[in-house]
């Protein structure tokens, strides 16, 4: 097996130098750390070791002059160029999303990195719009207006998607499932599947989609003006040929399933065919990177008083999440703008985002508007009623949505005596009920109102601000100096009162950035750059898909073969030669720990095929396992042990396949190319414990033989057969090569 590139171990904390002059701008387990590189990172590009790259001179001067990104200079072929490469950071967020880059030379030395950091670029063009940060939305609505139906430019009258990010972690119970299948057959009642629909290109496909698959073609959309921004700066021919090492930034508390999606989805949609040097990811959390930009920018601008060992928090306030991470200063120097940090315990964060005021919005205008204009608002009677399980907001709530933004934004706590009317969709709300609160076609929302809204939100911030500070005063017995408030839900007035209020009462003050939006991005090509922290360690893909022959309950629907067909004891029908896939090619690999997936299983066997003397209940006559003795011819005794029947064994049969789509029945398996291992279990091995008898009148008495699949993926692939935690059979293969050492 060829050895696996390495990459270099990170370099230990490094003290920076800040300059003053700042512009101002199935059971899954996967670690989230990693240390790999692709087969890519061999080879870097040198921006002049081919004569042609000579030619490399059309970089264009960047476009806007409100951050002047120092890009390197392809104007000449000096070989002693250092060698560049493009660092672009993604902040998929649950409403909002951003895009951050910056080209650097890797053998520039620390101080270098630290002053190329302020001229970090964030994506501001996006289509229709000027903004950091881009919605978070797609539809697959036609549009009459030609837009193109993804972040700012969704035509009036579509179904949005929106808040996906949100089910890429949802393990969703029973009753969730069929709460969903209910919707969705109801739903389908509406739908107009007619040639009519058809031509007008009004085919609800989402309805097809998983949430990675949405994700990703959003993400697409994003990848696509990702690469329209990086070639009107430096050129399309260099940004084909320049290398890009990608950073991906994640909540705090986020699913290793989460994680594995993400990766999958953003892999997906920044594919080699746009970015042909894409080379390297790596995932950054929320909170940290937010740490690493907002306190260079706070010593920066002279906010923060810092002492040794002074703690502060981050608190990374977002639509979808609010993640926190506390830092201490070890090492300060301020008269050279110097300064190192120590993590305190690990980023803690909870689903209490703005999302979670947009959707206290809806329940308002529910109970105001009474169960008939509600419906109407939501549209119950057209073919979006099947949602497939995704958040989708129709035309009427979404312009409902377009008009509370506002007052959400602007909404500081303190008291309005006129409330904040709302104009209603026309249609709705038309009886004046001064009750309700509703008049001329509005709906009015007092202050009480909308903290009713906010009250979540805010009180589980405090909540989480208040176990971070509790840990670093009480636990680790240190001074908090600072909270630094950062993210889109930051930006709120209410919130950042009701936090400096909670700080007023034991002596912590509360900091916000201007340009707390952005903070995440800008702080994950920081911590990308390994300035004042180490290396975000490199994700690898899994090169193979992982899975076991399985049977399955037999369903001409699932295109099971009548030869496939088998009967047990029971007399159930069971498909045979299917295949099970538990990790799949793609797959994120990090270090640290192996990616497992797990599957339990059974085997029935009738007692009358199984060796009496091993039957539960029975009087342990001679076990075949255990030593016999036997006379040979000359009247000589041997020991030996005698071969267990051939009955009590069962075989699991074990695949690793390199195809982009997996076989699902094991007759298509390529053996050729494909690894297959036959591990034989011995069911006498299996304890007591797991093993069951049971008698039917159609069967008689029969055994059921309980064991456990394990697969393990690190720097190869094992599989185990266990039964209450012996291992009865195992095996192990390479990654990404054929042959296998079964054992």
Not at 696 to 720: D, S
Request: glycine content about 6%; proline content about 7%; aromatic content about 8%.
């Amino acid at each position: 097996m060829a050895s696996l590139p390495t990459r270099p171990p990170p370099p230990p904390p490094i003290s920076i130098s800040v300059s003053p002059a700042f512009p101002g701008t199935p059971k899954r387990e996967v670690s989230p750390i990693s240390t790999r590189k692709s087969e890519d990172d061999v080879d870097e590009w040198d921006a002049y070791d081919d004569p042609q790259d000579a030619l490399l001179n059309e970089a264009a001067t960047p476009s806007r002059t409100d951050s002047p990104a120092r890009f390197p200079d392809f104007s000449s072929a000096n070989t002693s160029t250092p060698e560049t490469r493009m660092v672009v950071a993604l902040d998929y967020g649950t409403t909002f999303s951003g895009i951050a880059y910056l080209s650097v030379a890797s053998r520039q030395k620390d101080q270098d990195l630290d002053a190329l950091a302020d001229d970090i670029r964030v994506l501001q063009g996006w289509p229709t719009h000027e903004s950091e940060k881009v919605p978070s939305e797609i539809s697959y609505s036609p549009s009459p207006k030609g837009c193109r139906q993804w972040g700012y430019d969704i035509d009036d009258n579509s179904r949005v998607l929106k808040w996906t990010k949100l089910e890429l972690e949802e393990t969703r119970s029973r009753s969730a499932e069929l709460k969903t299948l209910a919707e969705t057959l109801w739903g389908m009642r509406l739908l107009d599947l007619s040639e009519d629909a058809v031509i007008r290109n009004d085919i609800p496909r989402h309805l097809a989609k998983e949430p990675e698959d949405i994700v990703k073609d959003y993400l697409d959309n994003i990848a696509e003006q990702t690469l329209e921004e990086i070639c009107t700066q430096v050129g399309r021919r260099v940004a084909d040929n320049i290398p890009i090492d990608m950073v991906i930034t994640h909540p705090a508390k986020w699913s290793d399933k989460a994680l594995n999606s993400t990766y999958r989805a953003v892999r997906a949609a920044f594919k080699a065919d746009l970015f042909p040097k894409i080379r390297n990811f790596s995932f950054v959390s929320e909170p940290e990177a937010c740490a690493h930009y907002t306190l260079r920018e706070a010593l920066r601008e002279d906010r923060v008083n810092f002492r040794k060992n002074d703690c502060f928090i981050v608190v990374d306030a977002g639509g979808g999440t609010v993640d926190l991470a506390s830092y201490k200063v070890v090492n300060l120097d301020l008269d050279q703008k110097q300064f190192k940090l120590e993590q305190i315990g690990y980023p803690i964060g909870d689903k209490c985002g703005a999302t979670c005021i947009d959707r206290a919005f809806e329940q308002f205008i529910e109970q105001k508007l009474g169960p008939e204009d509600w419906e109407k608002l939501i549209e119950t009677d057209s073919q979006d009623q099947a949602t497939g399980g995704h958040s989708i907001i129709k035309p009427k709530l979404r312009m409902l949505h377009g008009r509370f933004e506002g007052i959400k934004h602007q909404f500081d706590g303190k008291d309005q005596k006129l409330g904040f009317p709302i104009q209603l969709p026309r249609g709705i709300g038309t009886t004046d009920d001064e009750e309700r609160g509703i008049m001329n076609g509005a709906i009015k929302i007092t202050v009480d109102d909308l903290k009713t809204m906010f009250k979540h939100s805010v009180d589980k911030t405090l909540v989480l601000i208040g176990q971070a500070a509790t840990h670093i005063q009480i636990i680790q017995r240190l001074k908090i100096r600072k909270i630094f408030l950062s993210g889109g839900f930051g930006r709120s007035p209410y919130l950042y009162e009701r936090v400096k209020a909670w700080g007023m009462t034991i002596g912590i003050q509360v900091d916000r950035g201007d340009d707390c939006w952005s903070a995440v991005t800008r702080g994950a090509i920081i911590k990308s750059l390994g300035v004042h922290t180490s290396l975000p360690p490199m994700i690898r893909s899994c090169p193979r898909h992982y899975g076991i022959k399985v049977r399955t309950q037999y369903a001409p629907y699932n295109s099971h073969r009548p030869s496939d067909v088998d009967v047990d004891v029971e007399g159930v029908k069971w498909a045979t030669d299917q295949i099970r896939w538990f990790i799949n090619k793609g797959d994120a690999l990090f270090p640290g720990k192996p990616v497992v997936s797990t599957y339990d299983c059974h085997w029935s066997m009738r007692a009358a095929h199984f060796p009496a003397q091993n039957g539960p209940g029975r009087a342990p006559a001679q076990n075949p396992g255990s030593m016999s003795q036997r006379f040979d011819k000359r009247g000589g005794a041997n020991i030996m042990p005698p071969p267990p029947p051939a009955e009590v064994f069962r075989e699991v049969v074990f695949v690793a396949s390199s195809a982009d789509e997996p076989p699902t029945r094991f007759a298509a398996v390529n053996k050729g190319r494909d690894t297959v291992v036959t591990l034989k279990c011995n069911l006498t091995k299996i304890p007591d414990t797991n093993r069951s008898e049971f008698t039917t009148k159609e069967v008689g008495r029969f055994y059921k033989f309980w064991v456990k699949v394990e697969i393990h993926v690190t720097e190869k692939c094992e599989v185990k057969i266990t039964s209450g935690g012996k291992v009865l059979a195992s095996a192990e293969v390479p990654l990404g090569e054929s042959d296998n050492s079964a054992r």
